[in-house]
Nanobody, 115 residues
């Protein structure tokens, strides 16, 4: 059964760091596009960071240089290291993968950046 399970969210002060994890099952991690989206209150869901199916990385302009996506194929896990966090990074962060032209989503993990 295909699953994506996120963890690592929480409350952090501006300028702080968090690392999100997405444990996957049911597919081979490096065969497909996988990454992170986020949805802030009252806003549409947006892409944050992605591994393409070819292994390249794509970042939203708003997080370039602050966030880093990585993966451990042996652990079937994708990470999102978030540094220099800003209040506008507050959102629910979702792990997502595209497999056989269908997009799969995790349940999400809440990140709140506030003093």
């Amino acid at each position: 059964q295909l699953q994506l399970v996120e963890s690592g969210g929480g409350l952090v002060q501006p300028g702080g760091s968090l690392r999100l994890s997405c444990v996957t099952s049911g597919f081979t991690l490096d065969d497909y596009a996988i990454g992170w989206f986020r949805q802030a209150p009252g806003k549409e869901r947006e892409g944050v960071a992605t591994f393409t199916s070819g292994g390249s990385t794509i970042y939203a302009d708003s997080v370039e240089g602050r966030f880093t996506i990585s993966r451990d194929n042996a652990k079937n896990t994708v990470y999102l290291q978030m540094n220099s966090l800003k209040p506008e990074d507050t959102a629910v962060y979702f792990c997502t993968a595209v497999i056989a032209q269908r997009r799969y989503w995790g349940e999400g993990t809440l990140v709140t950046v506030s003093s």
